[in-house]
């Protein structure tokens, strides 16, 4: 077994995300022993963005790319080749400015090619054969009856843009997360703790360890 555990943080030991992601992994190595973890940073090693010199390697045949075009379908190939080995991809999405970081969207626009992540005739997804687990933070409140309900873009972007690969995000969210740090969102301290430990709660059952299981 393998698992592809990516951060997208830019907030480092201030990440909740991070710590989340952190705890995930340790209880799916309890859980298999002999697995194998793989690691990519967003946060720390952004990805570059499609740009007019590499990012129209996805619509040019192979045998016309320029430099710039093969070093950029290379890339993809790789990161593809990441997710191909994984049996679980899991993946800390925090909330910036009421989107995905755009590490994350760079992520997913990289995989998002032709013949490696989907079929290009049958259009069909050759990536949706594992698990996938998303950890999604987000500073404030954003659910049903809240002034900002519906501000949340990225959770709600990540199914369709991943859409085409066949992968299916299984999502666990924490809130209030900056609660404890700003002195106007004091009060909402106790709704985010429930929410952490409502969501650690989550992560604690998705791998339970054999001697937990008979």
Same mark, same amino acid.
Do not use: C
């Given at each position: ?5 990516i951060?997208s #943080?830019i907030?480092g030991?201030?990440s909740v #995300?991070? /710590?989340l992601?952190?705890?995930?992994v *340790?209880?799916?190595?309890a ?8 690691y990519?940073?967003?946060?720390r090693?952004?990805?570059?963005h499609l ?6 390697a +996805?619509?040019?045949p192979?045998e $016309?790319?320029?430099?710039? $075009?093969?070093?950029s =379908? ?8 990441e997710? /191909?080995q994984?049996d ?13 970081p755009s590490?994350?969207k760079?992520w ?11 079929d290009?005739?049958t259009q069909?997804?050759?990536l949706g054969d594992?698990?996938?687990?998303v950890l *999604? ?13 519906? =501000? ?11 859409s085409m690969?066949?992968m $299916?995000?299984r999502f666990?969210s924490?809130e209030?997360?900056l609660?404890?740090s700003?002195?106007a969102m ?7 703790e429930? #929410? ?5 709660k989550e992560?604690?059952?998705? =791998?339970?360890?054999? #001697?937990?299981? +008979?």
């Open positions: 077994m393998h698992l592809l555990h951060d #943080s907030r030991d201030w #995300s991070r /710590k992601t952190a705890r995930a *340790a209880n799916w190595r859980a298999h022993p002999d697995g194998t973890v793989g990519r940073d967003l946060g090693d952004p990805l570059p740009d007019a010199d590499g990012g129209l +996805r619509m040019t192979p $016309q790319h320029s430099p710039a $075009q093969r070093e =379908w290379e890339l993809s190939e790789r990161l593809v080749d997710v /191909k994984a679980v991809v899991l993946l800390g999405l925090p909330l910036y400015n009421f989107g995905a590490s994350v760079s997913v626009d990289h995989l998002i090619v032709p013949g490696l992540a989907y290009p005739t069909q997804g050759l594992r698990e996938f687990v *999604a933070t987000r500073g404030g409140g954003y659910g049903e009856g809240t002034p900002r309900n519906g =501000w949340d873009h990225a959770e709600p972007w990540l199914p369709h843009g991943l690969t066949g $299916q995000p666990i924490a209030l997360t609660a404890p700003v002195p004091a009060e909402l301290i106790p709704l985010h429930a #929410s952490l430990a409502a969501a650690e992560i604690d059952n998705l =791998w339970l360890p054999a #001697s937990a299981q +008979r």
